[in-house]
Each structure stands twice: as C-alpha cells, then as structure tokens.
C-alpha cells in the first residue's frame, strides 16, 4: 500500500516500537492541538504490558545532577529541563502516575566515604545549584527512620531537586492513553523499515514520517548500538520508611534504594558491559540486596517480588541522538536516562517533524513549551528535511547524509 502525503489531510506517521519513547510519541502527537494534524500507528513485537522493553525494568529515577557525575552537561540540562515538563506530561494522561520531586539523598558507609567526596567533587553543577553536605543529624531530620539502625551514617550529600516516577504506572496510563484516542496499536507486531516504508507481517507501507523507536530492536539498521547490562531487585518492605530515593556510594556502581507507592522499593542497577540477557546473578543479587539491608535493618523481612535483569540500549558516547533521514527519524542511546530524558526529546523530535512540515507551507512560528528559543521559518526554505535549522540541544539531533 502506497499512500502519498496529501496537505489537507493528517500526516500518517509510524512509530516503531512501544517501549517508553514510542509510547510517549504516540501520545504527544495525538494531544489536542495536534490531534488533526497527525493520523499515529504503532507497532511492537511485545504485547501491551511491554515486559520485554527497558522501560519495564527501570527504576525510573530522574536524577540529572546525581547522573552528572559520570554523565556529560548536556545530558544534565536537558534532565532538568524534562523534569520541569514531566507534570504537565503526566497530567495529559487518562490515569495519574506517581510522581514525586524530593530530591535525592546519597550515602556511603564510613569506609566508603572516599566514594562520596569523589562522588561531589564530580557533579557537574552550575548556576549555584544546591548540593547540602550532611552530617549524622541532618541525614535523620531528612529520613527519620536512618536513625534507628544499627549503623549511623555519619556523612551524605541532599541534591534537593531530584524526581522519581513509577514506570510501570506510566506506561499502563499511556497504554490506556493511547487506547482511548484510539490509536491504531499493532501488538505483538515486529517491524522493519527502510526509510517510511514499512514492513510488517509480510507487507510494505509507506508512511508519511517513520520514527523508530526499537531500542536495541534498532540494531537492524544501526550497527553501533549495544546493550548494557542492568540488573534490579523489586520488594515490598513494610518495615521501611523512607521518602525519597537513596543512593548509597558502592565502590564498583552506585546502588539506589527507590521508594514507589505503598511500601514498594526498586533496588538497582547493575551496570554492566554486557549484553548477556540470563536473569541476575547470586553477585550482583548479593551486593544489591546486602547494600539495601547495610541501608535499613527493616528490608530483613521485606518480600522480594523480583529480580530481573535486562539491556539499556546505548550508543559509543553513552548519549542519546535523534538521527533525521529523510522522512524518518531514529530516536535511540537513550541508555540510562531515558526516563530522565523523554519529555525533551519528545519536545525536540516534535520539532524535528514539525518544522519539516511547515517549511512546506507559508510562515509559521513553532512553539516549544520548554521555554527554548521559537524557530521561525519561511516557505523559502526547501522542502527538503535536511533544512531543519540547528537542534536546540547541541550534538542531538543529526541529519544523514549531509
Ligand atoms: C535496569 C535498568 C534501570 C534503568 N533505570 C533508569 C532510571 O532510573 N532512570 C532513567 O531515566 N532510565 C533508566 N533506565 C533506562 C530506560 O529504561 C531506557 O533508557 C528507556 O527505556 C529506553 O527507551 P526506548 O523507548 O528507547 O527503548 P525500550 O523502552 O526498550 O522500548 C523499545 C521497544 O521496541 C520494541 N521492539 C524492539 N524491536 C522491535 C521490532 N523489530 N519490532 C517491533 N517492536 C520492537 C520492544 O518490544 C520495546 O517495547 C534503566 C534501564 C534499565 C535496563
């Protein structure tokens, strides 16, 4: 089927893959204001729960400038950034999603002190961002219950701005989202593409714009991607209270402890450089479930609920890119910010389509609700997608074969 784009009519746009950025796509490109303008279909080898994805797994912690410690500035902005979008996302959805903004709290044994001032000393902060040393009283005042364990902790850090979400509720009210506008949702469906033609369960469609979002699925046509291993813990501890996530400093990665709703913590992550999928190994069960219990006594009789393990797909560098070619975008190496990330690279693949698409018609002005610069552009611009005027986030989005 061959369906040439005609202006009056929506543009028919796949998104391959719905794992967290497809599914958010889906969603952004049918919100109200745009509803006429795009007609979505989305396409996933998995059904609607999505287990295979890395979206299931993660712990969705949205911690930008904890993360600036191995991660690059930009990865760092553009998390603060989608952590003041995340709200006004969620609030889109057919059912709420926790949410929580309360900063993160990071910790480290005495004999592992080493790790924290490391640790600080490596925070890319900027414009006098806040980073509150603490000390034994200041930890408790912050998480009372650290103060009935056997063990104080004498030295943390409070990064106040630090956010967290629930990602199966999100991705359960996305799925609903998207079956409430109706959104076509081929499940259970894999797909390839060459450029928007698309290929699926025997048959080729072009589409007016292709966005893949396949995660490692993308390997197919991008050799550089590779998985990096992650493993996670998920229990149900009564015995816990704490109210904000936990980082504890650990010499080869730093574990969190991530309080969800009622009494629910995820326990993670491993990073690994591998792209083994087996389940978790007795170490890294060991070292994830001993650091939680050296944290707080009451995960003793906490209920493990799961242990998994799964693939964070990445590029060289470790940072995500939007790569425009032609009428289709590929939107990957979201490796472990993804959730940290995705309101902002949904913002910016928005923009990729959207200015493309007005540079066919007369003067417009986009509109970019993150508050960065508006684009102006003419109908002299060509019409080809490689006009696209620079990215807002440096090195992000990339155009093949300029
Ligand atoms: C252990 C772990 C912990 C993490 N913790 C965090 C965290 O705390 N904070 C954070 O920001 N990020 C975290 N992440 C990272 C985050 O989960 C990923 O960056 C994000 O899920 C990537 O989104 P995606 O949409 O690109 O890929 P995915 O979420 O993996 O989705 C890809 C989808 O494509 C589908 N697919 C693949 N191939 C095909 C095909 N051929 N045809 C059809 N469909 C296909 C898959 O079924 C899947 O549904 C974590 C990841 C892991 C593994």
């Known amino acids: 089927m061959d369906t040439p784009k005609n202006d009056s009519k929506p543009s028919r746009v796949a998104i391959l893959g719905a794992g967290l950025m497809g599914r958010m796509l889906a969603v952004a490109l049918t919100q109200k204001n745009l509803a006429d303008e795009y007609n979505v279909v989305l396409f996933d080898q998995d059904n609607e729960h999505g287990h295979d994805s890395a979206a299931y797994l993660a712990a969705a912690m949205l911690a930008p ?102 990602n199966r509720e999100l991705l359960s009210s996305l799925a609903l989202t998207i079956k409430k506008r109706n959104i076509a949702w081929f499940r259970n469906t894999a797909v390839e593409h060459h450029g928007n033609e698309v290929i699926f369960n025997n048959q080729s469609t072009k589409f007016d714009w292709v966005i893949d979002c396949r995660g490692l699925g993308a390997k197919t046509v991008n050799a550089n991607l590779r998985g990096v291993r992650g493993e996670v813990i998920r229990v149900h501890a009564p015995e816990v209270d704490l109210s904000r996530p936990v980082r504890l400093m650990h010499p080869r990665y730093p574990i969190y402890i991530a309080p969800k709703r009622n009494y629910h913590f995820v326990i993670g992550a491993t990073q690994i450089e591998s792209e083994d999928r087996r389940q978790p190994t007795i170490r890294s ?77 007369p003067k417009k002005t986009l509109k970019n609700s993150a508050g960065l610069p508006n684009i102006q552009l003419s109908s002299s611009h060509e019409t080809d997608s490689n006009c696209v005027p620079p990215p807002f986030f440096e090195q992000l989005v990339e155009h093949a074969h300029v």
């Open 285 to 361: 069960a060991l070292e994830l479930l001993s650091s939680c219990y050296s944290v707080h006594k009451g995960f003793a009789e906490a209920e493990i609920l799961e242990m998994k393990a799964g693939l964070r797909p990445a590029l060289p560098d470790n940072e995500p890119k939007i790569t425009v070619d032609g009428q289709s975008i590929q939107v990957n190496g979201l490796f472990r910010h993804g959730y940290l990330l995705a309101p902002v690279l949904v913002e910016q693949c928005l923009a990729v389509i959207q200015q493309t698409q007005t540079a066919l018609k």
């Open 65 to 166: 400038l904890a993360e600036s410690a191995e991660a690059s500035k930009n990865i760092m902005r553009m998390g603060e950034q989608s952590l003041n979008l995340w709200p006004e996302f969620l609030e889109t959805l057919e059912a709420p999603v926790f949410f929580q903004q309360q900063g993160s709290l990071i910790l480290s044994h005495d004999q592992d002190r080493a790790y924290l001032l490391d640790f600080q000393r490596r925070l890319k902060r900027h414009n006098n961002q806040s980073v509150k040393a603490l000390n034994k009283d200041a930890i408790e005042q912050l998480e009372p219950s650290l103060a009935n364990q056997s063990k104080y902790f004498m030295n943390g850090l409070f990064l106040p701005n630090e956010g967290q979400l629930d």
